[in-house]
């Protein structure tokens, strides 16, 4: 719907008048998202490598439902809040490259790479980093999304990691969503790889209609 200023402006000078109001639209429709992420979210030799990926498509789908999206996503394989991906970086890392002052959303994905970590050490790597992403983003919504498991016997060291990040969510004031709980991949073998742990190509476009959704919800009614 346009405003009375915007209908007035296209009576009186139709062709400039149209040009702000396009502008204007878009720049009010964008929201800027940070992603931080593991090899869920780089994609592996399993599947899910550029458009195949689960974010390519979930923007495409927010944009579908009238949801556009400016994202930054930083992810590494191997990564987790407190093991090292293949580049080097943790969690905390990843948020320093990703998340920025003007975020509408920040949003954390994994990780199972955090297996052999000890509880406490792990909890307060959690802490700093949720922290973190709070302080430069300090007006942004966090939506922290626990580590996927393929089937249905997670090993305890899973269960810890997302009990520990279900606590520091809560902690941050983030929105938390358990992928185990949820059963995401269970019963759906077509949807992992070879490996037994990366999602193939219809993993990620799985994880697309799931993580969708979640985001839009903190953006504006999906």
């Not at 008048?17 to 090899?39: K, Q």
């Not at 579908?64 to 996503?73: F, K, S, W």
């Not at 490996?195 to 919800?217: C, N, Q, R, S």
């Amino acid at each position: 719907m346009l405003s009375a200023a915007m209908l007035f402006g296209a009576l009186s000078s139709p062709a400039p008048v149209v040009t702000h109001r396009e502008v204007r639209v878009l720049d009010y429709a964008v929201n800027r998202i940070a992603v931080i992420g593991d090899s869920y979210t780089t994609g592996s030799d399993q599947g899910g490598n550029g458009p195949q990926g689960w974010a390519p498509q979930a923007w495409q789908a927010l944009s579908d439902h009238g949801i556009a999206v400016t994202p930054t996503v930083a992810a590494e394989g191997g990564a987790g809040y407190c093991t090292r991906g293949n580049r080097g970086s943790v969690f905390e890392d990843l948020t320093v490259r990703a998340v920025k002052p003007n975020d509408a959303l920040v949003v954390f994905f994994g990780s199972r790479n955090d297996m052999k970590v000890e509880p406490t050490r792990l909890s307060i790597a959690m802490y700093g980093t949720l922290k973190l992403a709070r302080q430069i983003a300090r007006s942004a919504k966090m939506l922290v999304i626990g580590p996927p498991w393929p089937t249905a016997d997670p090993p305890p060291e899973v269960l810890r990691i997302r009990d520990v990040l279900s606590y520091q969510a809560e902690l941050a004031g983030a929105a938390f969503v358990d992928p185990i709980a949820a059963r995401w991949f269970v019963g759906r073998p077509e949807l992992i790889g070879q490996d037994g742990v990366h999602p193939t190509d219809a993993g990620h476009t799985y994880m697309a209609e799931k993580i969708a959704p979640l985001i839009g919800t903190q953006l504006a009614p999906y």
